[in-house]
């Protein structure tokens, strides 16, 4: 099956620093997805991506699909302490795995006050 | 907002026992899928439901899961006879388009002993 490999897995900043994690995939996907899942709760949607090269921004988070359509990346800026959770990329590919969405590994994130 | 909201958000239960989880999608959306989350993992599809019938299932959607919208407003999974790996939380998501952001429920935390 298709395989997305999240990157960085944990990272710990301080307060105010900007953040930076990718995926990338040997597969093709059609739409990217970037997730953010707290302690015991659903994923909620952050970013959705359509186009290869679209870059898309919600308030301090950017994301990017890239030019090849195997990797994207998600930038906080300027983090704050409620930043902290689970990110997670997640793919889609119709033509290959219907409209399932196939995740990444997860990105832990801890932001120091 | 509306959201997918999904009961019992935590059950019990022995092994061999039946269980079914229920979730209320959005009530636009025509695509309803069911994922899981083994703790500390990635979330893993499991099936995907439109138009009354199964889309897409994954391989670990094996004979002991079903799935069923009994009316205009639930989607239930059913685990026949739950074993002690199928201890996860199980998270609904419903979509309006097979293309379109898919949106999560809080998850259901099943506990097989």
């Known amino acids: 099956g298709q395989q997305l490999n999240q990157s960085p897995q944990s990272m710990f900043i301080q307060e105010g620093e900007d953040v930076s994690m990718n995926c990338t995939s040997s597969?093709?996907?059609?739409?990217w997805l970037w997730y953010k899942q707290d302690p015991g709760e659903g994923p909620v949607l952050l970013i959705a991506l359509y186009k290869a090269g679209e870059l898309t921004s919600n308030g301090r988070l950017t994301a990017q699909f890239g030019i090849t359509r195997k990797d994207s990346f998600l930038n906080i800026s300027a983090s704050i302490p409620s930043d902290v959770g689970i990110y997670f990329c997640?793919?889609?590919?119709?033509?290959?795995?219907?409209?399932?969405?196939?995740f990444g590994e997860g990105t832990q994130l801890t932001v120091n006050p | 907002e509306p959201e997918v909201t999904q009961t019992p958000s935590h059950q019990v239960t022995q092994m061999g026992q039946e269980v079914i989880l229920r979730c209320v999608p959005i009530?636009?959306?025509?695509?309803f899928y069911w994922y899981r989350q083994i703790l500390g993992q990635k979330v893993e599809f499991l099936v995907s439901f439109y138009n009354n019938e199964i889309s897409e299932k994954s391989e670990i959607f094996d004979d002991q899961f079903s799935v069923e919208r009994p009316d205009g407003s639930n989607f239930t999974l059913k685990i026949r006879s739950t074993k002690l790996e199928d201890s996860a939380m199980y998270f609904c998501?419903?979509?309006?388009?097979?293309?379109?952001?898919?949106?999560f429920g809080p998850g259901t935390r099943l506990t097989v002993l």
């Open positions: 597969s093709i996907f059609n739409t």
């Open positions: 009530s636009n959306h025509l695509y």
């Open positions: 998501a419903s979509a309006t388009g097979p293309d379109n952001e898919q949106f």
């Open positions: 997640a793919g889609q590919s119709r033509e290959t795995s219907g409209s399932r969405l196939t």
